[in-house]
């Protein structure tokens, strides 16, 4: 096979060098039972003109928002991904790097997540960021694991509902074997979280609570409200941000008194590609670090001065601390937690900027242009949005969503998939645009919905 | 006797002249007003975020980088040549599996269709998507023996938490969650940590002189209010559990499940259908055996294959084939819930079916050449390192420093000075049962000569310790940098408010 | 090889104990700190937190490993050995004077005489020795 550099006659020598006649020798001590001569039911080896045919075949199976106008996000928003990112990943030093735990040889990727350490740190204005987890929902998960460790001996996690349905769902999963209560806030008629309930869900027994800004439904939280109702009692909160480009218009939530952040950074350089591999990220105050979970790079410099980076405060991780750790994370998304990293460095303070605003401003055109129409189309919520709103729709959403697809238009996600569970969705189309989508885009969503009657 | 080592002469009047070495960090020179982008002009009318968020308006991330394309191109390939890479020569990390990363699945994860493609999509027009993960799971399938495979978990410990919170609620269905779950002493860490994520309470098994798990320990413990047995196959001295199929009679015999930390699964890849081993439940390292690329710590994926018993706890959505249409399934009402947004690590799944198409049947030979390679590096470097356990070796081989550290040299002075033979050090944190431990696991894609050249290395080495004992304590003097102070970087690290720019750029 | 003071006691878990009228100093030995290898963190419970004998009352790391401490009697902490935040590094450089970790009030000695006196413990440090 191609990948195994071995000629027959070189296998032979190293056999003979082993000192054993045939491979099966090699595999004397697995129980001959178990054992398999024959080879996996599994088609014959291909060229890579065949496989790269064969997956060319699938991949164009799928709309591709390339060539199509695309009003999805959801949580994860297709933002233009800067030309050398994908080119420079792709160097054999990053993409085929093990962790760095031996930083004599591994300075490229430390010094890379150093930085992605202190984009992420900036962007969420606290103190220290770890070296990214999985994704969002996992990131939320270990935020609110993060907190119980943190108050102690405390029992409910208040949630609102306002935080992304697929992370509330994760955070059932994972939870639901601690002896701890979620309690789910709804949000109230302008789209935010219903202050009076978080407020009243909050007690001595809580450990945290959590909201997403902007929220699932696309409208800017106060994060200063969240914490307010959690320090009052003694319990941390935690903010979930999964579009970061809003931190370059919107106060971060530790300027707002958040504790803990959490969420998705995929939104630079990482493509949506099927919803992963994603970045997720974590960040919190100094006072906390000690719990923070996942790997952590550290500054410091060798013994002849130089400046160099280095894996730290490895002790809170499971290969030290085994069942005590503060995580069972190894493997996270270094390589791309470096494409957000790159990304953040060309867009920089100006293109962040520029990107963001670029973002709000069609998201407000778009949400104009939802106001004028006379049908049965009206902007669900009064809360401000950042570049995610919902629509309600008079038509099932399902008939907006096909009449959409004809003009090769992916017209949204219908809120009902993500949140079956909530009623007063069910009539909610949510739309979401960045610098990637032409205004011909959006005046061409803008038309199939007035191509319904009024 | 000590030697000091003279510095090299430097090549430059002043290091710092020499542009081969980076600037540490792209937050260490603010390039006030430098841009490294251009948007398209803003086709609707400007809105004012000021106006907008009132208090909440953000004007700026000030602190952020300021640079042009030039240089941040120019940073990161500077940076990238201070990495090792599995590109450059044979990785010995053991345990890791750093096998050659084929490019072709690197073209095909960045095929548009897939790239550009949004999980939110409707499912008919996802259709690619979708049937690219009911095939993987087809041929994983195949390669395990089991009844089906969820493609969700994130990484390997990812999937290990994926499979205890499984058997927790497999055995709460049946009225008893239980409380313990068995684990080797020469597992990996993230197996009892995951099961303490799911709640369970770990209980350790110590390994028989044979490195193996110790039966007669096995039945002590093995009692009605154990989960599960987490076993590694070959375990983290590279033994095969020849009695695996003793240990799955008498795991199932108190009702507990069978779990294989599948971290190893490129020793027996195409060979031995776990299934048939007894396993119940298994999760697998896409980026191990399946070669997607480590990225410098991720993305991996961590795919859990299960017997039946478990399949109706699978986490949603799975992906099911009507007629010629794939569709997701949610309505699981058994299942465990989500382990994270979407599907799973769609494009490290391309990649690996990329490579199990690449491979197709001939796929044991991936096991065989794996295994091969690991034993004659054993046999090259038996004379000058020992061997704690000496029952064979699959696909990697554990030594330890016993007998250079009679000579004051340990197994990280080995590790470091191997980085000036332009190797990559074996694995030193564990297993922990083997201190001082050297595990090597070269894979299948090492040549011959590579093999050579990494065991006259050692060979080297070994000879180095006896003759030159301070050039290897002192080692490596050919890096970018020397040895750090790992000490005082946590103790800084840990003061309260040393967070910047210890953990981070301090911000301007 | 160290003299181990023969002002206190020692445990099999190598934390000395000095009592002081009804306050006592605990500490870990200079093995334990040997063994260790250079200290970068303690963690410790706060003043009026009561423990029983032998309960895990903090832990204390080095790079690579993190070791738990247990307290050799029962009894409540009334104080912490502040300056270990900035300087743990105490613990390795003075395991018996600067680089002591709490103080606690103790309910009764007589726990104290189970434990070891100086010349036991170096005798249990050479078996542990022949042991490995």
Not at chain 2, 321 to 346: C, W
Not at chain 2, 408 to 430: C, E, Q, V, W
Request: hydrophobic share 40%.
């Amino acid at each position: 096979m191609r990948y195994i550099p071995h000629s027959p006659e070189e296998q032979a020598v190293l056999l003979s060098a082993v000192g054993v006649r045939s491979v099966d020798e090699l595999f004397a001590t697995v129980p001959k039972e178990v054992l398999r001569h024959e080879p996996p039911a599994l088609p014959p080896p291909a060229s890579e003109i065949e496989v790269r045919r064969a997956m060319a075949a699938m991949a164009a199976r799928n709309a591709n928002l390339s060539e199509w106008t695309s009003l999805l996000g959801a949580g994860l928003y297709a933002h233009h991904t800067p030309a050398f990112v994908p080119q420079l990943l792709t160097r054999g030093e990053f993409l085929t790097a093990y962790t760095p735990y031996q930083p004599e040889v591994s300075q490229g990727t430390l010094t890379a997540i150093w930085e992605f350490q202190s984009h992420v740190a900036l962007l969420t204005e606290l103190d220290v960021a770890n070296a990214s987890m999985y994704e969002g929902a996992s990131a939320f998960v270990e935020a609110v694991l993060m907190a119980e460790r943190l108050t102690k001996k405390r029992t409910k996690v208040v949630v609102s509902k306002g935080v992304h349905p697929e992370y509330r769902r994760c955070l059932k999963t994972y939870l639901a074997n601690f002896p701890f209560t979620i309690v789910e806030v709804p949000v109230g008629e302008g789209g935010a979280t219903d202050r009076a309930a978080l407020e009243k869900a909050v007690d001595e027994t809580t450990i945290a609570v959590a909201v997403q800004s902007p929220n699932v439904l696309g409208v800017v939280e106060s994060w200063a409200a969240a914490a307010d109702a959690a320090h009052g009692r003694g319990a941390l909160a935690i903010g979930v941000v999964n579009e970061m480009f809003s931190l370059a218009v919107l106060k971060g939530p530790g300027a707002l008194g958040i504790d803990i952040a959490a969420g998705e950074a995929a939104s630079f350089g990482v493509p949506p590609s099927f919803g992963g591999p994603l970045v997720g990220f974590l960040a919190c105050r100094d006072a906390m670090k000690r719990q923070i979970p996942g790997r952590l790079v550290g500054r410091t410099t060798d013994a002849n001065g130089k400046t160099a980076f280095c894996l730290t405060l490895s002790t809170r991780e499971q290969h030290i601390r085994r069942e005590k750790a503060t995580s069972n994370i190894c493997t996270n998304q270094g390589l791309f937690a470096l494409a957000a990293t790159m990304t953040l460095s060309v867009l920089g303070r100006q293109g962040l900027r520029e990107t963001a605003l670029q973002c709000l401003s069609k998201a407000e055109y778009l949400k104009a242009g939802v106001r004028a129409i006379p049908g049965p189309f009206s902007v669900a919520f009064s809360g401000r949005t950042f570049n995610e709103f919902a629509i309600h729709c008079g038509p099932p959403v399902g008939d907006v969503l096909a009449r959409c697809e004809e003009k090769k238009i992916l017209g949204g996600v219908p809120l009902a998939r993500i949140a079956p569970e909530e009623e007063g969705w069910r009539d909610l189309l949510l739309v979401a645009v960045t610098e990637r989508t032409p205004r011909e885009g959006l005046d061409a969503f803008l038309d199939v919905l007035r191509s319904f009657p009024s | 006797m000590s030697e000091t080592m003279t510095p090299a002469p430097p090549l430059t009047a002043d290091p710092a002249l020499d542009r081969r070495r980076p600037s540490a960090s792209l937050f260490d020179a603010p390039r006030p007003g430098r841009k490294g982008v251009l948007l398209p002009p803003l086709d609707v009318p400007a809105a004012d975020p000021a106006a907008l968020f009132g208090a909440a308006h953000r004007p700026e991330v000030s602190g952020e980088v300021e640079a042009s394309e030039v240089d941040v191109v120019r940073h990161f390939t500077r940076i990238s040549q201070l990495n090792f890479a599995i590109d450059t020569a044979l990785y010995s990390l053991g345990s890791c599996t750093m096998k050659h990363n084929p490019r072709l699945n690197e073209e095909t994860a960045r095929l548009a269709g897939f790239l550009d493609a949004h999980p939110y999509a409707p499912e008919h027009l996802s259709q690619g998507s979708l049937e690219l993960m009911w095939r993987l799971e087809e041929a994983l399938k195949v390669l395990t023996g089991f009844a089906r495979v969820t493609l969700q978990p994130s990484a390997g410990a990812n999937g290990e938490l994926t499979s205890a919170l499984m058997i927790r609620a497999a055995h709460a269905a049946r009225g008893n969650p239980r409380r313990h779950v068995l684990v080797p002493d020469s597992a990996h860490g993230t197996n009892p940590a995951s099961a303490h994520f799911a709640g369970y309470e770990v209980v350790e098994i110590h390994s028989s002189p044979r490195g193996t798990v110790d039966l007669q320990e096995l039945s002590a413990k093995l009692d009605d209010d154990v989960a599960a047995l987490m076993i590694t196959v070959p375990n983290t001295l590279g033994v095969f559990e020849e009695e695996i199929l003793e240990i799955a009679r008498r795991v199932h015999a108190k009702g507990a499940f069978l779990y294989l930390d599948g971290a190893n699964f490129n020793a027996f890849v195409g060979k031995v259908k776990p299934a048939d081993m007894g396993v119940d439940v298994m999760h697998m390292n896409l980026h191990k055996t399946f070669s997607t690329p480590h990225g410098g710590g991720g993305p991996g994926a961590g795919p859990v294959g299960v017997g039946k018993d478990l399949v109706p706890f699978l986490p949603v959505p799975t992906v099911e084939r009507r007629g010629d249409a794939f569709v997701l399934d949610h309505e699981r009402p058994q299942s465990i819930g989500k382990m994270r947004t979407f599907y799973g690590n769609f494009g490290v799944l391309v990649r690996a079916l990329t490579y199990i198409l690449s491979y197709g049947r001939s796929i044991p030979e991936v096991a065989e050449n794996a295994v091969l390679n690991a034993n004659y590096l054993r046999k090259r470097l038996e004379p000058f390192y020992h061997l704690k356990y000496d029952a064979p070796s699959y696909h990697e081989v554990v030594f330890d420093d016993k007998r250079q550290a009679a000579l004051g040299i340990h197994n990280i002075d080995i590790a470091k000075r191997l980085m000036d033979y332009g190797f990559h050090p074996p694995t030193m944190s564990f297993p922990l049962i083997v201190p001082g431990a050297l595990m090597i696991e070269p894979t299948e894609t090492e040549s011959k000569e590579e093999l050579d050249a990494f065991a006259e290395a050692m060979i080297a080495i070994a000879a180095e310790c006896e003759t030159r004992p301070e050039l290897v304590k002192t080692a490596p003097h050919t890096t970018p940098v020397t040895r750090l102070d790992e000490a005082a970087l946590a103790r800084e690290a840990s003061k309260a408010g040393s967070f910047a720019p210890v953990l981070r750029a301090k911000p301007r | 090889m160290t003299a181990y003071p023969d002002d206190r006691r020692y445990t099999k878990s190598h934390e000395w104990i000095r009592l002081d009228g009804d306050i006592a100093t605990v500490g870990i030995s200079d093995h334990a700190q040997k063994e260790l290898g250079e200290i970068v963190f303690v963690d410790l419970p706060e003043p009026g937190e009561i423990f029983d004998a032998k309960e895990e009352f903090g832990t204390i790391e080095s790079v690579k490993a993190v070791s738990e401490l247990f307290l050799p009697v029962a009894g409540e902490i009334v104080e912490l050995n502040k300056a270990l935040a900035d300087e743990p590094a105490a613990v390795n450089e003075d395991p018996h004077g600067d680089g002591w970790l709490v103080k606690i009030k103790i309910s009764s000695d007589a726990e104290l005489d189970e434990l070891m006196n100086a010349a036991d413990y170096e005798k249990f440090l050479e078996e542990e020795e022949r042991k490995a």
